[in-house]
C-alpha cells in the first residue's frame, strides 16, 4: 500500500482547511492509501491565522523537523499538502515541499482551499514571488476547490496537472423529508452560520433584516458563529439595539454537532453574503444544502459553481443588503417557490458534494500524483 504523508491541521478551530483534514482522515481513503498525519494544528481561535508570533513560530519549527523525521522514517510516495494564502504560511508549506522532494523520492501533491492565492502572488515582492517560483516547480499536482481557481496555477502547472475537488459533507437530518412539508405561515427561519466578520456579510446581514422586519415582523433570524472582529461586532450591536430587533435577531454563538443538526432543522433559508478575500467553496453552504435549504449567496469564489441562481437559490452581488433583503422576501412570501429551491438544493448535494464523491475524486488525485493511473 502506498504511503502518504498528509499535512495539516485539525480542529479547533473550525474552518475550511481543518474540516477538511478531519473529514480525510475519517474517510475510507484508508482503505487505498497508508495515511501518515503531520499535524500541524495550532488549536488556538482562527485570529490567530497568519500571525506571526513565537507559537507559531516554534509550531513551524517543529512541524518541519517532524517532516524530516517522517520522510526517513517512512520513505513516503506522495507527500500532501494544503497550502496557506499568506506568506508567513506559504514559507512554511515551501519547506514543506523542498524538505519532500530532497529528502525522499516522493511526489508532493500540493491543495488549496481557498481562493486568494493568485492575488497573494502578484501583490507580494519579488524575493517571495521567486521562492513561491522555485518551490511551485517542484511539485508534481495541486488541487483546487473549484474550476474557476484552475487559472491561479495556470502558470505552473499543465492543465492535465490540475484537480478539481469540491468540498463535501456527510452531514444530514435524521428526517429530511419534513423540510420539503409546505409551511405557508410567515414565521419563517433565516440563518446565518460563519465566522462573524464584516467580509463574511454579516452586518449585511442584519441590515437585510432591518428591510424585511418591516414588511414580515414575524420573520426570526439566527446568528450562529464566532466574532473574528471586535468593531463588527461593536458595530453589528449597535444596529441591532438601534433597530429594536433583539427579539427576532439571535445570536447563539459557535453551533457544532447536534447543536448545528437542531439549527438547520428549523431553518427555512440559509444565507451567506460573503465577499472575504480567502474563500474558496465554504462548507457551510454545502451543509447547508444538505440540510435542504435553499440558500442565497454572492458571486464570489467558486458559490456559483455550487448555488446555481434561480434554481437552488439567489446569487447577489457582494454588499448589497438590499438585494438580500429583496430576495429573503421573495422566499418567505412565496412557499412553493422556497420548498422547490430546498429540494433542487438537497438534490444538487447529494449529486456532487457528498463526503463520498469528495474522497473518490481525492483518491483519483492521489493515483495520478503517484502514477498509479
Known amino acids: 500500500m502506498k504511503k502518504v504523508i498528509l499535512i495539516g491541521p485539525v480542529p479547533p478551530p473550525m474552518h475550511g482547511v481543518t474540516l477538511a483534514i478531519k473529514s480525510i482522515l475519517n474517510s475510507n481513503i484508508n482503505k487505498h492509501f497508508n495515511l501518515i498525519h503531520l499535524d500541524t494544528s495550532d488549536h488556538r481561535d482562527a485570529t490567530n491565522i497568519g500571525k506571526i508570533d513565537f507559537i507559531n ?49 516522493s511526489k508532493v501533491l500540493i491543495h488549496l482551499d481557498g481562493g486568494y492565492f493568485g492575488q497573494f502572488y502578484s501583490n507580494t515582492s519579488l524575493l517571495v514571488k521567486r521562492f513561491i517560483n522555485f518551490t511551485m516547480c517542484r511539485s508534481d499536482r495541486v488541487i483546487v476547490v473549484g474550476e474557476c481557481f484552475r487559472s ?32 405557508k405561515s410567515k414565521n419563517i427561519v433565516i440563518t446565518f452560520i460563519s465566522g462573524l466578520a464584516r467580509s463574511k456579510g454579516i452586518l449585511d446581514f442584519i441590515s437585510a ?22 468593531d463588527t461586532q461593536t458595530e453589528a450591536m449597535h444596529i441591532i439595539a438601534e433597530d429594536n430587533m433583539k427579539k427576532q435577531l439571535n445570536i447563539i454563538g459557535l453551533v457544532t454537532g447536534s447543536e448545528k443538526v437542531r439549527l438547520f432543522e428549523k431553518t427555512d433559508i440559509f444565507t451567506l453574503p460573503t465577499y472575504y478575500p480567502f474563500e474558496g467553496h465554504p462548507n457551510v453552504i454545502i451543509e447547508a444544502m444538505a440540510a435542504g435549504c435553499p440558500i442565497i449567496s454572492t458571486y464570489h469564489a467558486a458559490i456559483p459553481e455550487t448555488v446555481i441562481d434561480e434554481e437552488t437559490g439567489f446569487l447577489i452581488p457582494p454588499k448589497k443588503p438590499d438585494k438580500l433583503a429583496e430576495k429573503m422576501l421573495k422566499l418567505i412570501l412565496d412557499p412553493e417557490l422556497r420548498i422547490r429551491m430546498a429540494k433542487n438544493s438537497y438534490k444538487r448535494y447529494k449529486e456532487y458534494y457528498t463526503a463520498e464523491r469528495k474522497i473518490e475524486l481525492l483518491t483519483e488525485s492521489f493515483r495520478r500524483a503517484i502514477n498509479e493511473e
Open 152 to 183: 491561479i496555477f495556470s502558470r505552473w502547472f499543465p492543465s492535465g496537472a490540475i484537480d478539481v475537488v469540491p468540498n463535501g459533507t456527510d452531514f444530514g437530518l435524521p428526517e429530511i423529508n419534513k423540510k420539503f412539508k409546505q409551511n
Open 57 to 105: 513560530l516554534g509550531l513551524a519549527f517543529k512541524n518541519l523537523l517532524t517532516l524530516i523525521s517522517y520522510c526517513l522514517k517512512y520513505r513516503p510516495d506522495l507527500i500532501y499538502i494544503h497550502i496557506s494564502q499568506t506568506w508567513i504560511g506559504y514559507a512554511r508549506d515551501g519547506l514543506f515541499i523542498l524538505i519532500g522532494k530532497w529528502l525522499s523520492s
Open 209 to 230: 433584516a432591518k428591510f424585511v422586519l418591516k414588511d414580515v415582523p414575524e420573520t426570526e433570524f439566527i446568528i450562529a458563529g464566532e466574532w473574528w472582529e471586535k
